[in-house]
């Protein structure tokens, strides 16, 4: 980045080949549409294009882009329920119901081809629960996880984005993990009786 600040023009180049695709894969499990991810990866290149003359290295480059990108994700997640607000006050209006969508976020996927058939499904049902559970997190919860998780980011870079101190994004994400573990162990525990129940009508 200060190379290309300097004016050496390559240095966005290999800015875009180090950074993109991780940006897009960070932007994509937090929007779960592909075409609007792109744009919006696309949206988060050209910011750093126009901030080359503004930028200063006071905290990592990767903190730096990162924080774009996560400020235009909750952009988009704000514009989401302004347009959900719209649909919904239409569809009051003309007797039917609102839009409802959904903002499905990261799921810890294991290699499906080691996988049993059963697994397979099995896993995918669990990806179904953790993405309701991730998307139930309070906002700042769930940008910690998504950073953690899938982008391996550290306590200090996560702290960086959400411009909270170190301690805090430690506490945000022991409770988005209470939260995810409790949700888990519901789920399961509901699978478990659903299971006693089927058993009871065999023997009967």
């Not at 239409?90 to 903002?103: A, D, I, L, P, S």
Request: hydrophobic residues 40%.
């Amino acid at each position: 980045m200060l190379a290309f600040q300097a004016g050496d023009d390559l240095g966005l180049d290999r800015i875009v080949d180090r950074y993109l695709a991780s940006v897009l894969h960070f932007i994509e499990r937090s929007v779960r549409d592909l075409g609007r991810a792109e744009d919006l990866t696309q949206d988060v290149f050209l910011r750093v294009y126009r901030s080359r003359a503004r930028y200063r290295p006071t905290a990592g480059f990767r903190t730096w882009l990162f924080t774009i990108a996560t400020r235009l994700v909750l952009n988009e997640a704000r514009a989401r329920r302004r347009r959900r607000r719209v649909f919904a006050e239409v569809g009051t209006r003309r007797g039917e119901e609102g839009e409802r969508g959904r903002e499905d976020f990261w799921a810890n996927v294991p290699d499906p081809s080691l996988e049993t058939p059963l697994a397979t499904v099995e896993r995918k049902e669990l990806e179904r629960v953790l993405d309701r559970l991730i998307a139930e997190l309070p906002r700042n919860q769930r940008i910690a996880i998504e950073l953690q998780r899938t982008e391996c980011f550290s306590y200090q870079e996560i702290a960086g984005v959400l411009r909270v101190t170190t301690m805090a994004v430690k506490s945000l994400l022991v409770r988005a993990r209470e939260t995810l573990r409790s949700g888990l162990e519901r789920y399961l525990a509901a699978g478990k009786e659903d299971i006693r129940g089927q058993e009871g009508r065999w023997t009967a």
